[in-house]
């Protein structure tokens, strides 16, 4: 039996639900996608006429939701209406590392997830392709099954894997031209029907399919060897600055080798972001649960360098300003996890600002997306602190050149593009001396800040 999709569902209208759906619109304009929510905050901004507006910041999302929004595209809160009326639905929730009971800092969350699933199978009264868009731990579309199967009204639903491979700042051009496109599932017709769906703007031949669980480990593995990398080369930047290599000439020369390839080597102040911490931590607890001690030792210690390494660029920073940063001004540039996205789950500079607070730091911190509710929910959320004092002793600035007056120090977190083009002499001129720039991105130019008097520090050099 063939599928025919004309109506989609996505519940979830995150990071990943919001972009990838609206994609999926642009390209079929002849099926209707209706994202949902239970944010209805998050459901208005999307619908908002201005779409600076967007709740995600994503170069050329705007275009691609100006296109489609109110043709085929539409946004929601009627949860149960879309389940209702859709022949697909995709669950974008959000799965968050637990933070109580059994797996407890290490197991995915499921409770979005599993209400999903109950919610589905309530509603649907026709039979349904349920797709997993989540990073879900492996197995998951075998829980889900049990639920919808075991409490529904009786309709067939098919399972499918598709897990989203997207990197935020990039997800558009991610969609429109991905790597591959992977999914897995047991059903060859329900496969067909989304296969069918990513093949009118994806070549076939890049789009996989493999059976569920293959499907579900390769997302967490795709995430595990990214990071990976990442912590592989941030941890050769501290040999760099012990023995005077240079990590970037290191990065580049072992890039050139084919077998290793030059992505994914830029050291840094440490890896954020939804997934990465997630995923690592989540395939370290599917080891142990297997008792698999050596497999998930080895991919723990990736974690455990992401954590040396944000701690000992804060260390750095607190030794450099006489070993003491009590009362001192330092300026954060960048609070976002990456550049080009307003998202600032796991980003370093909350624990690097966090850290530098314990020991009496004022911080003032200039992003050019993120809002100023977010920066302080992400510090309140640490509870190192009470809601006040975080007040009072973390500014935010509209103006980057107010957050670094007459500062100590600045920390570069956060590799926007604009940093680099700021009038550098004018920070200069307004900060305090000895002018210290630490940066956390290998973002400026030595030379440069070197000869307009400037104390810097980069990793890995
Ligand atoms: C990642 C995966 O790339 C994506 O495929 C998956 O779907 C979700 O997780 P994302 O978290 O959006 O995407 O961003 P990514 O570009 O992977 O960067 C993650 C973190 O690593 C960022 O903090 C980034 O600054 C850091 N990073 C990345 C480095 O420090 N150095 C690098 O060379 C690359
Ligand atoms: P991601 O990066 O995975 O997209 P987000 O947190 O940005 O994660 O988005 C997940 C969204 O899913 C949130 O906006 C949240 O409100 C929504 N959500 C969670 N559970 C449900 C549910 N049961 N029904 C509808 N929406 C939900």
């Known amino acids: 039996m063939s599928f025919e999709v004309k109506k989609i569902c996505c519940i979830g209208a995150g990071y990943v ?16 996608v209706t994202i949902v929510d239970v944010n209805s905050d998050r459901i208005a901004a999307w619908n908002n ?74 509603v649907a009264t026709s039979d349904k392709i349920v797709v997993e868009k989540s990073t879900l731990p492996v197995r998951t579309a075998a829980a889900l099954k049990s639920i919808l199967d075991n ?36 059903n060859a017709d329900a496969i067909e029907a989304l296969v069918n769906i990513y093949a009118r703007w994806v070549d076939r031949a890049k789009i996989l399919t493999t059976n569920l669980w293959s499907s579900e480990l390769s997302k967490l593995t795709a995430n595990a060897f990214l990071a990976q990398r990442v912590s592989s080369i941030n941890a050769i930047s501290e040999l760099c600055e012990k023995t005077g290599a240079n990590v970037d000439e290191v990065a580049k020369a072992i890039g050139m080798d084919s077998r ?38 080895y991919w ?14 804060a260390d750095n920073i607190i030794q450099t300003l006489y070993n003491t940063v009590s009362g001192k001004k330092i300026a954060v540039l960048g609070w976002a996890f990456k550049k080009d996205t307003n998202d600032t789950r796991e980003s370093a500079s909350i624990y690097v600002s966090d850290y530098l607070m314990n020991e009496q730091a004022q911080i003032a911190v200039y992003d050019p997306k993120v809002v100023t509710e977010r920066i302080y929910a992400d510090l309140d959320y640490l509870n ?19 957050a670094c007056k007459d500062a100590h120090a600045i920390a570069i977190l956060t590799e926007w593009d604009e940093f680099k083009d700021y009038d550098w002499e004018r920070i200069k001129e307004n900060m305090k001396r000895p002018s210290f720039v630490f940066d956390g991105r290998k973002l400026l130019d030595r030379q440069k800040l070197e000869s307009l008097g400037f104390t810097y520090y980069a990793i890995g050099e």
């Open 260 to 297: 290793i390839g030059p992505k994914f080597l830029k050291a840094s102040v440490g890896f954020g972001g939804s997934c990465f911490q997630k995923d690592i931590l989540n395939l370290v607890y599917i080891a142990r649960s297997y008792n698999l001690h050596e497999v998930a030792d």
């Open 151 to 186: 409490t529904g009204n009786g309709v067939n639903f098919h399972i499918l894997s598709n897990p989203e491979f997207l990197a935020e700042g990039t997800a558009i051009t991610d969609l429109l031209s991905p790597d591959r496109v992977l999914i897995g599932g047991e």
């Open 300 to 313: 723990d210690q990736v974690i455990i360098m992401n954590e040396h390494q944000k701690r000992r660029f």
């Open 49 to 122: 006429p201005d779409l600076s507006q967007l709740p995600v910041y994503e170069p050329g999302l705007d275009i691609i939701v100006e296109e489609a929004r109110g043709r085929n595209l539409f946004f929601s809160t009627d949860v149960s209406r879309a389940i209702a009326e859709a022949d697909m639905i995709f669950i974008s929730v959000n799965t968050p590392t637990k933070n109580y009971g059994k797996g407890k800092g290490m197991a995915a969350d499921l409770k979005f997830i599993e209400l999903c699933a109950r919610q589905i199978a309530e």
């Open 17 to 32: 639900g919001g972009p990838t759906m609206s994609v999926v619109a642009h390209q079929c304009p002849d099926i209707e």
């Open 384 to 402: 190192t602190r009470s809601v006040d004092e975080n007040r009072a002793q973390l500014e935010v600035w509209k103006d980057p050149y107010e």
